[in-house]
């Protein structure tokens, strides 16, 4: 808006200046003029009759003064006659403006002076007694003087015109904070929507008519997205508990009916058993996947290396009864970023999925290391790996690698990148020294 205001104001000024700095020069000429005339008329008795006037000189040189000029009389001769910058009786015939005075025609210009240094601007006028031309009178001042007189009305304009642009100025950041001030507040509000604030509403009360209609609508999506996800986690929890029943019945069934069938039959009845539990694992894997997903809690400080240590205690015997040794290498304290409760089931998804590819005798290691204001937390096992394709597949939704255990869910690793993601943080699955893989989790540290 101040540069639109700027541009009309250069657009319209600039040929205006050119306009009033003629006009204004041409109203100092006149101006000049008159009072030449004025003092031809005051000098014509002393010029006609040869008498001297005592007072011709006091008025030049008041007037002299008050102007910043110099004045110059002289006879039809050429010689000055009054004049508090000259010499009585000094020749003027030599300068051309005098000449074109006498010979009974007024004059203004410029040209050069030798006696200045520089360009003298002046005016000219014949002093007549009847038709006769009896002396003249030149008005002149140096060029500057009066390129400086035009300068400084043409200033008023100058000053209009910054008080114009600065009014602009004022009105624009007036103008720009009623539509900004909605719009940053409205940002706000849309980031803390994003970060899982749900309850988060946008202030409809002030704003342009516009920015008030976008923050309804704002409002509106809010309001159903929080409908959305609270019937989605109510969902979550429903199944989790109507599910659950149903398949422990199933399974208790399925027991039994493998207690009073054939050998034959009970291998099937203990295929089924275990697809049953297969099941349980999936629905299982999955509730706490959408749980994970609709996780919208800000990372709080865990000590992590804390949660290494109960969680390497708790899958120790588990370890033990499958000839699996688990080392733990961690610090005394490892404070990171990490949502509530997800370090627990992230390190309980990793190792996991290293029990389940080592074999009687394998190694896993669960470490804890700094990195500058980043935690790593390893997970490392000595199974047989997988290439770098598989690596990269391995967070997706039930995607299985060909030494995974037969009833696995193929969701563990997409719980584990869930929960790491929701703290900002990243997970990797890189190739370990002991020829396994290293799953390596990054985490901001509080």
Known sequence: MVGVVALVLLVQDIPLVSHLRTVERDRLTTKLERDAFILAGRSEDQLSEGTEDPTLEGIVARYEEAEGVSVVVVDVDGLAVVGT?????????????????????PTTGD???????????????????????????RISAPASLISHEVQTRLA?????????????????????????????RLKVATQRLADGDLGQRAEI???????????????????????LVARQRAFAGTASHQLRTPLTA????????????????AEHAEAAIAEVDRLRRMIEGLLMLTRAEDTAIAPIPVDIAAVARDRAAHWLPLAEEAHVSITLT??????????VGSVEQIIDNLVDNALDVCGPD????????????????????????????EREEAFE????????TPGGSGLGLAIVRQFVEAADGTVVLEESAMGGIDAVVTLHSA
Do not use: C, K
């Not at 939704?397 to 995974?404: E, N, P, Q, V």
């Open 85 to 105: 910058s000259f010499d009585v009786g000094e020749n003027f015939t030599n300068r051309p403006e005098i000449v074109e005075a006498l010979s009974g025609r």
């Open 111 to 137: 040209r050069s002076s030798e006696t200045l240094g520089g360009d003298l601007f002046y005016v000219a006028v014949p002093v007549l007694s009847g038709p006769d031309v009896v002396g003249a009178i």
């Open 156 to 184: 008023g304009l100058a000053i209009a015109l910054l008080i114009s642009v600065l009014i602009a100025a004022i009105a624009a950041l007036v103008l720009s904070s009623t539509v900004t001030r909605p719009m940053r």
């Open 205 to 227: 009360a002030e704003g342009p008519s516009e920015m008030r209609s976008l923050a309804r609508s704002f409002n509106t999506m809010a309001a159903q997205l929080e409908q």
């Open 250 to 265: 199933l399974r208790l069934r399925l027991e039994t009916l493998a207690q009073h069938v054939s050998e034959a039959d």
């Open 330 to 339: 961690v610090p005394d304290s490892a404070r990171a970023l990490a949502v």
């Open 362 to 389: 394998g190694r896993i290691e669960l470490a804890v290391q700094a990195r500058g204001s980043l935690w790593d937390l390893h997970v490392i096992d000595n199974g047989p790996g997988l290439s770098v394709a």
């Open 397 to 404: 939704r039930f995607w299985r690698g060909g030494s995974s």
